[in-house]
Every structure is written in structure tokens, then in C-alpha cells.
């Protein structure tokens, strides 16, 4: 099924009017997008981190709560809906522990945490000729599998 597809029938199953969402995969790679969708389903993720330059006037929407999204498995497939309860803008160093276990990669622990993502910003921001620094800013969010 695809996405509008899946949409549409999240709108019918739950009497939802429609209006904005977006589809989206955690994750750099399918197998990783396919580890990190099955934690959400399995509701061991309830959040996530991503970089604030990605989000902008000529970038993409910064997600907002309320927000709906099709979470997308590894080969592009949705596999579920999630709403959007809480956005935060922090510089990398401030996240904490508990932001870093509700993510629910790994080990769950804050060190776990800024390993793998200091790792992922720094590929990410290399695209953009940009270098990794402990004071990157980066918006949190929380959400809750809703289908």
C-alpha cells in the first residue's frame, strides 16, 4: 500500500479529516530504518533528534505538536501513524538522559545516545561542508504511536 493510500485509510479508520502530514524513515539506511520503526511499533521509541538547519524557509517544516506522520519502514513501506507531542530546540550538549532513553536506541543511556548521533550529525553535517561542534542545535521531539 502506499503512502496516500495509507493515509486515506488511517483517515477513514479514525474518522480523522486529513490536512498535513508527512511520511518519514529514522534512520540513514534501510536497515537501520527497519530497526528503528520496529522500536516504535514495539513502543520502545518515543522520540527523536534531528539537526535544526535541516528545518528553514528554503528546508523542510519543523515538526510541531499535534503533527501527524507515516512512519516508513526500510523499503519505504508505512507501517504506522504518529502524532507529534512535544518539540524542543537544544544545543547537542544539553540533551539528557531521559530525552536520550525515551529515543530507546542502543543501550538507552545518555552516552549510547551522543555516540551514535554524534556520528550521524557528523556524516550529515560533512554533506553540507559543515563540522560537528557540542554546541550543534538540534530539535527534540516526542510522540506516541496513534495506529
Request: aromatic residues 12%.
Amino acid at each position: 500500500m502506499g503512502v496516500d493510500e495509507f493515509w486515506a485509510a488511517f483517515c477513514a479508520a479514525t474518522r480523522h479529516s486529513g490536512g498535513y502530514y508527512e511520511a518519514t524513515a529514522f534512520g540513514d539506511d534501510a536497515a537501520l530504518q527497519d530497526e528503528l520503526c520496529e522500536l516504535v511499533l514495539r513502543g520502545v521509541k518515543r522520540a527523536t533528534t534531528s539537526p535544526a538547519f535541516w528545518y528553514g524557509e528554503d528546508r523542510a517544516r519543523a515538526p510541531k505538536p499535534g503533527d501527524l506522520s507515516i512512519m516508513l519502514d526500510g523499503t519505504g513501506e508505512p507501517r504506522g501513524v504518529f502524532e507529534t507531542t512535544a518539540v524542543f530546540e537544544a544545543p547537542f550538549h544539553a540533551v539528557d538522559a531521559q530525552f536520550a532513553a525515551d529515543e530507546g536506541e542502543g543501550d538507552g543511556s545518555l552516552a549510547y545516545w551522543r555516540r551514535a548521533h554524534q556520528r550521524y550529525f557528523t556524516a550529515l553535517l560533512a554533506k553540507e561542508g559543515l563540522e560537528f561542534s557540542e554546541n550543534l542545535r538540534v530539535i527534540c521531539e516526542r510522540f506516541r504511536l496513534v495506529a
